[in-house]
């Protein structure tokens, strides 16, 4: 006999962050409780992507507050399995690359979102902060300008300045 679940969206994106096990679909982990429902993958698919746009607006919303300079966003979705969301913004000089980042850091905790992982921070010419299905790039002007992130991912319609 097979069990019958369900699956909460909420739930989901904690279980993923804290790193809990579940059922894996499309690299998120989904907390799952018996019951005598069926797994509606794509209403929890939907309710996903409520919750990483919402997570992409506070990331903008906060990188902006603090003068990230040429914030974009790039939907990488169907482009790389890693993530669905790209955040891609540059700081003027080292210190407000990491300022930005820990100020980043600390407003999504405020907000029970925990990155899975940082890179990067002790140089402050790239930091690479995951929070699963949105990965945040922040720059220092110059090594944007060489490695032209937003411009490799870029497929004609999938960028967006935040702000626009």
Known sequence: MSAKFRVSAVQTYNSAVTGQAGLMFRDRRFNI???????DLSESRQKLDVIDRQIVE?????????????IKIIEVVGMTDITDYFI?????SMPQV???CENLEEKMEENGIFARRKEGAETGRWIVIDYLNVVVHIFHHE???FYQLDKLWNNGNNVVDYGE
């Open 33 to 39: 409780a018996e019951d005598k429902g069926v797994i």
């Open 58 to 70: 506070l990331a903008c919303k906060t990188l902006a507050e603090k003068k990230a300079v040429d």
């Open 88 to 92: 891609v913004c540059s700081g003027r």
């Open 98 to 100: 990491k300022a930005l």
């Open 143 to 145: 090594t944007r300008e």
